[in-house]
Structures are given as structure tokens and as C-alpha cells.
């Protein structure tokens, strides 16, 4: 049973009046049996829902009945929006307007709801950043939602990876993405829009200078055209493989999500041994060396020469460290 959408029967009735569970149903996109249960269940929290019969009747609270769904700040209600995520609302600086919203939400409701709710919450954690990784803890980022919010220019120091490493730019903020524990700012710049990671802003101010998102910009989808786009630059070659099965079963683990999906589209039937031949994307020689490195034996590259010899190379280098009279 979801809290949720029992809520969201209760506001429905409140906003709109009497209505049909029929009604219901249509608005919350549930069957009408299941409309039937959760007033069913409004009912038993305690919400005084009534029935009133006949061709124009339905569902309607008793008069003058209302949830204290008021005196939130504008802050608060922002928070709301992110009180499942209260990591990412910590970094964005409204931990405090997600704990407020929370009580002032539960208080709203009736004890069999807010029961309820208190139960959902204690059965779902959300931990955003990546395994292996340290989350990152920008310090602009806070300032960063001011500039998205207010729509004010910001004035950066920017650390990058080509030269000169360190930029200067005004940037126009549109929105914020959250991807692995890395926050992104998507922003416009002198000439175009493009992403920005936060904790490469080496300085921030915040502008005078107001600006306006472009009409019908879409933060959602801009970020999966950008992904695309990231996937299509970040493999520029290929390279042919050899895995075993335990190779295969290890890939989730050691590689990309990317890679996984190459070789089960592209694995050859298995041989006598197991072993199955495939075609993966490789952004650099050395960095697809490092990366095969992982499988030790239960890989080997057929192709093309370069990496096959990079991978010799290293395997050799590493014969010579560890082998016999090695060390110091």
C-alpha cells in the first residue's frame, strides 16, 4: 500500500470535492477496485470520508474537515521535492527545510497515515555515490543553487583537463544533476551550453546579471542527449578479445556497464573450452590495457596489435618485478 497515493486521495477530495471512485481512479491512473481499497483505508486511518448514494453521488470529506498542509516557508516547499534524498538535500544546503517539511507533513496527517509514512521511510535508503569512490563535497555548490533559483549569472574559476587548465568564465545556470554522487552544473557560457563539474569550480560569486532559461528547455532531457553525446566521444576504437567463462562472469565487476553489453551482443559461440570471442569499444590504448588488466589470464587480446603488445609489455614489466631474484 502506498502512503503516497493514499495522500493523494486525501488531497483530491479536499481540492475537488465530492468525487466517484471511478473518478479517483482515472486521476491517479489505478483500477477502480483499487480506489475502493484505499478509501478503504482513509477510512480506517481515521480521515472522516463519507459515501453519498445515488447518480450523482461519490466520496466527499465531512464539511469543514482539512489537512494542516500550510505555514510551509517557499524553502520548505522546494525541500519537499527532495525529502526521499536527504544526502543530495544536505549538499544542496536545505537539510534543514527537509527535516521542517517532513515534520510539518507528518503532523498534517492522521495517526494511521503518519504511522504508515513512518514506516515507508524506515525501509528505504538512498546512498548516491559509487562504490570505491569518496563522495565529493564541493563547496559552491550551495551558491550554485541560489544562481539556478534566482536565475543569476555566476562568475567562475574553472579547473579543466586541457590547457590552460585553469579558465575564467560567466556562466548562466540552468539546472543541477546529480550522477553517482557527482553534482554537475548545466550552464550556458559565452557561446554555448555545456556541463560542468562542481567540484572542479576552483572560485564563485555570485552576478548582478539576471538571465532567463531558454523557453522549453528541458533539464532532463538535455542531460540524456549529453550522455549520448559523452558515450559516442569517450570510445574511439575497438578492440577484439578472448574472455573465459569465469572472464565473462567477472566483466560487471571490472568493467564499464558499456563493455558488459558489447560482448554479450557481439560474443562468438563458446569454444570446447568456454572461451567466446567479442568485439568491445576502447577509448586509449592504455587505458583499455589497465582495464583488461584486471581479468588477468581470464582475458586475451587478439586485436588490434598495439594493445595486444601493451598488454605483453606490461605483463613482462610485471614478470620482471615479481619474478625470481626480483626485489630488493
Not at 50 to 60: D, F, L, R, W
Not at 75 to 97: K, S
Not at 269 to 275: H, I, K, R, S, V
Request: net charge neutral; glycine share 10%.
Amino acid at each position: 500500500m502506498s502512503a503516497g497515493r493514499l495522500l493523494s486521495v486525501l488531497l483530491l477530495l479536499q481540492s475537488r470535492g465530492r468525487m466517484s471512485a471511478r473518478g479517483i481512479a482515472g486521476e491517479l491512473g489505478v483500477s477502480v477496485r483499487t480506489a475502493y481499497r484505499d478509501l478503504a483505508r482513509l477510512q480506517a486511518a481515521g480521515v472522516p470520508v463519507y459515501a453519498e448514494p445515488g447518480p450523482g453521488g461519490g466520496y466527499q470529506l465531512l464539511d469543514g474537515y482539512r489537512t494542516r498542509l500550510t505555514g510551509m516557508s517557499e524553502g520548505e516547499a522546494r525541500a519537499l521535492f527532495l525529502a526521499g534524498l536527504p544526502g543530495p538535500a544536505a549538499d544542496l544546503g536545505l537539510a534543514t527545510e527537509v527535516t521542517t517539511a517532513r515534520l510539518k507533513l507528518l503532523a498534517a496527517l492522521p495517526a494511521g497515515l503518519r504511522e504508515e509514512a513512518a514506516r515507508t521511510a524506515a525501509v528505504f535508503h538512498l546512498d548516491a555515490p559509487g562504490w570505491y569512490r569518496e563522495p565529493e563535497q564541493p563547496p559552491y555548490l550551495p551558491l550554485f543553487v541560489d544562481a539556478v533559483l534566482d536565475r543569476r549569472a555566476v562568475d567562475v574559476r574553472y579547473r579543466r583537463w586541457r590547457e590552460p587548465q585553469e579558465v575564467d568564465r560567466r556562466l548562466r545556470p540552468y539546472g543541477l544533476v546529480l550522477k553517482s554522487g557527482v553534482w554537475y552544473l548545466v550552464a550556458a557560457g559565452r557561446s554555448r551550453t555545456a556541463t560542468y563539474r562542481v567540484a572542479q569550480v576552483l572560485e564563485a560569486a555570485l552576478s548582478d546579471e539576471p538571465f532567463d532559461r531558454p523557453e522549453g528547455f528541458d533539464l532532463g532531457a538535455y542531460w540524456a542527449a549529453y550522455l549520448e553525446d559523452f558515450e559516442a566521444r569517450r570510445y574511439t576504437g575497438t578492440a577484439t578479445v578472448r574472455l573465459s567463462p569465469r572472464g565473462r562472469r567477472r566483466l560487471p565487476d571490472n568493467v564499464p556497464p558499456e563493455v558488459a553489453r558489447a560482448v554479450d551482443s557481439t560474443a562468438t559461440a563458446a569454444d570446447a573450452d568456454g572461451w567466446v570471442e567479442a568485439v568491445i569499444p576502447t577509448e586509449s590504448t592504455e587505458h583499455a590495457c589497465g582495464e583488461l588488466l584486471r581479468l588477468g589470464t581470464d582475458v586475451e587480446v587478439v586485436a588490434p596489435p598495439e594493445l595486444r603488445e601493451a598488454m605483453a609489455t606490461t605483463v613482462g614489466a610485471l614478470a620482471r618485478t615479481y619474478g625470481p631474484g626480483a626485489g630488493r
